[in-house]
């Protein structure tokens, strides 16, 4: 396994607007964020595939987008209209392949985000 490099993240007051991005060698089925908050699950954020469809949580849907850099396979997720909610640890994946198995993802460390006035 290669290290996924995150950075972004950070505290934010509502309506306001984050940048993750998540950078990691090799090729992949697909990439994304998934988040966790205290006492929950981790749950979907977003995830993009080798060739670009994207698919997101319900509860980001039309707030967040999620992108690939094609030169470096680097993922970017842009965060906006921000709501308290959306606060926890947001951790970037990989999915080698499409029968990779949840157990098998890659992840990085896990980046915080707060929204909060």
């Known amino acids: 396994q290669v290290p996924l490099v995150e950075s972004g993240g950070g505290a934010v007051q509502p309506g306001g607007s984050l940048r993750l991005s998540c950078s990691a060698s090799?090729?992949?089925?697909?990439r994304g964020w998934y988040r966790q908050a205290p006492g929950n699950e981790r749950e979907l954020v977003a995830s993009?595939?080798?060739?670009?469809?994207?698919n997101y949580g319900k509860s980001v849907r039309g707030r967040f987008n999620i992108d690939i850099d094609g030169a470096d396979n680097s993922i970017y997720l842009e965060m906006n209209s921000l709501k308290p909610e959306d606060t926890g640890v947001y951790y970037c994946?990989?999915?080698?392949?499409?029968?990779?198995?949840?157990?098998?993802?890659?992840w990085g460390r896990g980046t915080q985000v707060t929204v909060s006035s």
């Open positions: 090799g090729d992949a089925y697909a």
């Open positions: 993009i595939t080798r060739s670009g469809f994207a």
């Open positions: 994946f990989i999915r080698r392949e499409y029968m990779t198995s949840f157990s098998e993802y890659e």
